[in-house]
């Protein structure tokens, strides 16, 4: 597609229970990111993928958050256990390395769980 | 490490008056900046971005930022203000290949 695409676009959940995110960057970007914003807060980096390097993870905030990107193209964001404090929209970019990594953005995965 | 400072939570002007959005940067060389918008419910545009050369940027929606070595500033300006440029507008910077660190945004509320 044309832009960067994130399914679901709204996803419920119980606490406690597993969710995935996925993340479809635009065709060619080698960087994919994973942002999360809670209302009324900035943009919270989660995590960085980069070609073949190994993953930025230093922004995951606990051990029940992982990401994956498989062929270097479609990334998962998996919760585990979901909280209540892990509501939040959670936003996904990619970009090209190389042209100074501006970053396009999708729409974002709006999770609330109850 | 980077940071990226944007010092008003939340702006007010009129329609039709000038805006300046602030945003300064902490890096130990001229990094890469951007700044995005963010309509209610929308994802982030890139309105503008600073790579190098002439320190006056131009942007989308008649949006301007103007980078500043010796401040270590890239504030967001425009001209006249529009009902339609309420939104949270976020700073961020960059160098290449390294992740995007974006300031905690500012919100415009424009009254008519």
């Known amino acids: 597609g044309a832009g960067v695409s994130q399914s679901p676009s709204n996803k419920v959940t119980e606490k406690g229970k597993d969710v995935e995110l996925r993340c479809d960057p635009i065709?060619?970007?080698?960087?994919l990111y994973w942002y999360r914003q809670s209302l009324g807060q900035g943009l919270e980096f989660l995590i960085y993928?980069?070609?073949?390097?190994?993953?930025?993870k230093s922004g995951l905030p606990s051990d029940r958050f992982s990401a994956e990107r498989t062929g270097g193209s479609v990334s998962t964001l998996t919760i585990q256990r979901t909280q209540q404090e892990d509501s939040a929209v959670y936003l996904c970019?990619?970009?090209?390395?190389?042209?100074?990594?501006?970053?396009?953005f999708g729409q974002g995965t709006r999770l609330t769980v109850v | 490490a980077q940071s990226v400072t944007q010092p008003d939570i939340h702006i007010t002007v009129s329609e039709g008056a000038s805006l300046e959005l602030r945003c300064n940067y902490s890096y130990g060389a001229t990094p890469y900046l951007f700044w995005y918008v963010q309509s209610p419910g929308q994802g982030l545009q890139l309105l503008l971005k600073y790579f190098s050369g002439d320190t006056l940027v131009q942007g989308i929606k008649g949006f301007e930022a103007e980078f500043k070595r010796s401040q270590s500033s890239f504030n967001l300006r425009k001209p006249s203000v529009h009902w339609s440029d309420a939104a949270e507008y976020f700073c961020?910077?960059?160098?290449?290949?390294?992740?995007?660190?974006f300031g905690a945004g500012t919100i415009l509320r424009v009254k008519s």
């Open positions: 993928f980069q070609g073949n390097s190994a993953p930025d």
């Open positions: 961020a910077v960059a160098r290449s290949g390294n992740k995007l660190v």
């Open positions: 065709s060619g970007h080698t960087a």
């Open positions: 970019a990619s970009s090209f390395r190389d042209r100074g990594t501006e970053a396009f």
